[in-house]
Nanobody
Framework: QVQLQESGGGSVQAGGSLRLSCAAS????????MGWFRQAQGKEREGVAG????????YYSDTVKGRFVLTQDNAKKTLYLQMDSLKLEDTAMFYC????????????????WGQGTQVTVSS
């Protein structure tokens, strides 16, 4: 069974940093597109960052480009999202996702989702 498990969320002050982790099981993290989405209260879900199959390319939404960095550890089958210079508007539930085509923006719906980890940024 394919499973994605997020961790690393929490509460930080504006300007601070967090590192999210997504541990995968049941498949290779480089076998398809993989990345992170988020959904703020009262808003639609949006793509944040994505990685191409094989891990060669990285993609970021305009709102996080230059502040967030996507990395991976193939041996540990884990995807990371380093988030720096966090802003109040970054507050959201972050979800790890995998198994879509594109790779960015996604042109198909991800096949797998994690349970989510909450990120809260305060002033």
């Amino acid at each position: 069974q394919v499973q994605l498990q997020e961790s690393g969320g929490g509460s930080v002050q504006a300007g601070g940093s967090l590192r999210l982790s997504c541990a995968a099981s049941g498949f290779s993290i480089v076998s398809s597109c993989m990345g992170w989405f988020r959904q703020a209260q009262g808003k639609e879900r949006e793509g944040v960052a994505g990685m191409s199959a094989g891990g060669g390319n990285r993609y970021y939404s305009d709102t996080v480009k230059g502040r967030f960095v996507l990395t991976q550890d193939n041996a540990k089958k884990t995807l990371y999202l380093q988030m720096d210079s966090l802003k109040l508007e970054d507050t959201a539930m972050f979800y790890c996702a995998a198994g879509w085509s594109g790779c960015w923006p996604p042109v198909s719906k991800p096949s797998y989702w994690g349970q989510g980890t909450q990120v809260t940024v305060s002033s």
